[in-house]
């Protein structure tokens, strides 16, 4: 079975630009969680979709959106990016409550 | 979700078993003991997580005391690769809306040769 998938790997873009990061779940999975990495604050959580919907949300700003789709795919985006947004971005998808969560191997978005 | 300590990082010798121990004093009854590891530069990977009982697969052990308290897992045979930041997480496992794991700072285990 194939893990989790995020595109692109690598990011640069540029204070004031928006970004689209894209997640593949696990196959079967249906609740999709983003995770945002920095040295400083290490893992925070972003929120999680389930079935389309927005479960949870983290304590970011509104600057900090996503989406699921009917396949279970999953895409977060930043408007307006500032240098602290540079980090490791971070999906996660389970089958159900509570379960494990599966990573992928994450995002690099470096803003300049 | 209860909040938990760790060591900031330990050593362990390659083939000797690594133990990681964590301070939940606060966990509430429904809450379990998460255990994830982080290889640089990679997602964090699940490895075990339990209630009461202590749990075993392929991959370590996780003995948790009877008060619950506190819990120590177990790396029976550490090997280079098992060189990582381990987060040790405690969250409710059952509806509502606690989906999220509240990652600490984690353990740095180096595995020496």
């Known amino acids: 079975k194939a893990g989790v998938t995020q595109t692109p790997r690598y990011l640069i873009k540029t204070r004031g630009q928006q970004v689209t990061l894209s997640c593949s779940p696990i196959s079967g999975h249906r609740s999709v969680s983003w995770y945002q990495q920095t040295p400083g604050q290490g893992l925070q959580f972003l929120f999680e979709y389930f079935s389309e919907t927005q479960r949870n949300k983290g304590n970011f700003p509104g600057r900090f959106s996503g989406r699921q789709f009917s396949n279970s795919r999953s895409e977060m985006n930043v408007s307006t990016l500032e240098l602290g947004d540079s980090a490791l971005y971070l999906c996660?998808?389970?089958?159900?409550?509570?379960?494990?969560?599966?990573f992928g191997p994450g995002t690099r978005l470096t803003v300049l | 979700d209860a909040k938990t300590t760790q060591p900031t990082s330990m050593d362990c010798a390659e083939g000797r078993a690594a133990n990681l121990p964590c301070n939940h004093s606060t966990i509430s009854g429904n809450e379990y003991v998460y255990w994830y590891r982080q290889i640089h530069s990679q997602g964090p990977q699940y490895i075990i997580h339990?209630?009461?009982n202590n749990e075993t697969n392929e991959m370590a052990s996780l003995i948790i005391t009877e008060d619950r308290k506190s819990s120590t897992l177990i790396l029976p045979h550490a090997t280079l690769r098992d060189t990582a930041v381990y987060y040790c997480?405690?969250?409710?496992?059952?509806?509502?809306?606690?989906?999220?794991?509240?990652f600490g700072k984690g353990t740095l285990l180096t595995v020496n040769p």
């Open positions: 997480i405690v969250r409710v496992n059952s509806g509502g809306s606690n989906y999220k794991l509240t």
């Open positions: 339990g209630l009461k």
């Open positions: 996660a998808s389970s089958l159900d409550w509570g379960l494990e969560q599966f």
